[in-house]
């Protein structure tokens, strides 16, 4: 068999054989280049395919590629994201954002998660109350590393209120005008009509238990242990809801407002708009060049795709009227790659394409999905209900919806 080289794609017969990247999976910069080695060569087979001189062997490797490159693209963004969480933690020392931290305040925080004792000298923060206040730190933690794994959240508008829920007004500005001779009557014209919205905050929850001998271990750091349960638990809780929820104790999921979902008719100013995608069960270069034309221009300064991951390598094959592929990777570590050069944001809880679902949306998600938070991270410390754990009740309050349906397309699967 011919000797293929490492990080290389290579034809064999009687099947395709794929050598998998060899590159550092930690280097951000490595994992970039063999990601535009991989496209070229699944570009030249391709071709092959769309030429008529494929056969077999030729449409595997092509199969083969387009999931390499999938994998690929999901080590990249790992890469990046991981590189980026250490330098933030090697830059900041005893800084959590732009607050300074405070040994003194986070010994007597250890203090109470393990003994449940504060000194009575500390007035930052009490336990007579029956619970205690997560500290600053971190609440700031948590929120940054929930925008950095819910791609919903990190691209729409984020509003923290400090009431039980929050409210806004629209306004249709169907106002009526006319025009009138100099002595001619002037009779009413219409006037514009308001509607309103509620965003009324669920509530996550995580209530983890620790035995007391283990708290009393000094090995244990609980501040890494709490932060990163709650952030893997009520991340993922998020994204699901922000996609699909059906607003029953959680947000309401910006699917549901598409024409034909549940909530088609709840926003004063109608549904998100649907283009169908061309093929009963694919995608077409058609259906994309509608996809983006339906949204109006003053809309899509910062249009970009949201898709789930595995949806990429359909996309991946079309080609525009000058035969150049739609779908480009990275141009730098950082970067995502693009459609139509709009940013692919991957959403894991998007449907993949196949008959029916919604495959994708494109639109500016900050003007379109409204994330409210109610303000605040809450542990609250609970030695006594389960003997000899130690639970730590941890809650947070967070809703959504539609703030406004017009700057956003969907994508749906079918003729």
């Keep these: 068999m011919k000797h293929i080289a490492p ?97 003194e305040y986070t010994k007597a925080f250890k203090a109470h998660m393990r003994k449940g004792d504060v000194s009575a ?29 819910s791609a919903i959240r990190a691209n729409a508008r984020v509003q923290s209120i400090t009431g039980a829920g929050f409210k806004k007004l629209f306004t249709d500005r169907a106002i009526g005008s006319g025009w009138v001779g100099e002595t001619a009557s002037r009779p009413a014209t219409s006037t514009p009509q308001f509607g309103q919205l509620d965003f009324i905050p669920g509530e996550i929850y995580a209530n983890p238990a620790i035995s007391q001998q283990m708290l009393d271990d000094a090995a ?19 994204g699901i809801a922000f996609v699909g929820g059906d607003g029953v104790n959680k947000p309401n ?11 088609a008719a709840k926003h004063p100013w109608g549904a998100i708009q649907v283009q169908n995608s061309g093929a009963a069960a694919g995608v077409t270069l058609d ?16 249009a970009k795709f949201f898709m789930n991951r595995l949806s990429v390598a359909a996309y991946r094959k079309i080609k525009d009227a000058n035969g150049n592929y739609i779908w480009q990777p990275s141009p730098a570590v950082g970067q995502p ?7 692919i944001v991957q959403v894991p809880d998007m449907p993949v394409v196949a008959a029916g679902n919604i495959a994708a949306l494109y639109g500016d998600m900050e003007a379109t999905y409204l994330v409210v938070d109610r303000v605040g991270i809450r542990v609250l410390r609970d030695p006594y209900t389960n003997k000899p754990f130690v639970h730590f009740y941890t809650t947070k309050r967070v809703g959504g919806g539609v703030y406004n349906p017009e700057p956003m397309r969907a994508l749906k699967i079918g003729v």
């Design 220 to 238: 244990i750091d609980l501040e890494v242990w709490l932060s990163d349960e709650v952030d893997t638990e009520f991340s993922r809780q998020e």
């Design 337 to 343: 790659s693009t459609l139509f050069e709009a940013p």
């Design 121 to 149: 000298a500390m007035t930052k923060g009490t336990a007579e109350d029956g619970g205690y206040l997560a500290p600053i730190e971190w609440d700031r933690t948590i929120t940054g590393r929930l925008k950095r794994i």
């Design 7 to 103: 990080g290389a794609f290579a034809l064999a017969r009687p099947r395709a054989i794929i050598t998998m990247p060899r590159a550092d999976a930690s280097n951000p910069a490595a994992l970039l280049a063999e990601i535009k080695s991989a496209f070229e060569e699944f570009k030249t087979a391709n071709e092959q395919n769309l030429k008529g001189k494929a056969d077999v062997v030729v449409a595997e490797k092509v199969d083969r590629i387009n999931a390499a490159l999938s994998t690929m693209e999901g080590n990249f963004q790992k890469a990046v994201d991981d590189l980026n969480a250490k330098v933030a933690a090697a830059g900041s020392g005893n800084i959590i954002g732009d607050i300074p931290g405070d040994p």
């Design 287 to 302: 259906a994309m060049i509608d996809l983006i034309a339906s949204l109006p221009e003053e809309l899509s300064q910062n």
């Design 253 to 263: 999921g910006i699917l549901t407002y598409v024409t034909g979902a549940p909530n």
